[in-house]
């Protein structure tokens, strides 16, 4: 964990993200909280890191996503030298997913 960011303020955003039920509440905060843009780089970045554990190539990432090789950079580096958080969400996601089953 960066002892960086750690404050009350980004407890009580999580806490505040820990209570959302549905995608549909996350939707209805997410908008309120992020400005169209942010959110859809926050996105963008998420569906970067599932696709590089797909190994797909910075080619075909940036022509499925437009992401930057800057961004698909630093997300690959999260990826291999960082807290795994992307790795523990996308392997609960799998592990939750119907084909799973």
């Known amino acids: 964990m960066n002892k960086k960011i750690k404050s009350e303020a980004v407890d009580s955003l999580f806490d505040a993200v820990l209570c959302l039920k ?5 939707y209805i905060f997410f908008e309120d909280l992020c400005t169209v843009n942010e959110l859809l780089s926050l996105s963008q970045r998420f569906e970067v890191a599932e696709m590089l554990r797909q190994h797909k190539t910075y080619l075909e990432i940036t022509e499925k996503t437009g992401a930057s090789t800057a961004t698909i950079s630093r997300v690959n580096r999260a990826l291999n030298y960082g807290n795994d958080g ?6 609960r996601m799998e592990s939750q997913s119907p084909e799973k089953g």
Do not use: K
């Open 22 to 26: 549905t995608r549909e509440e996350c």
């Open 86 to 91: 992307y790795e523990m969400v996308l392997d």
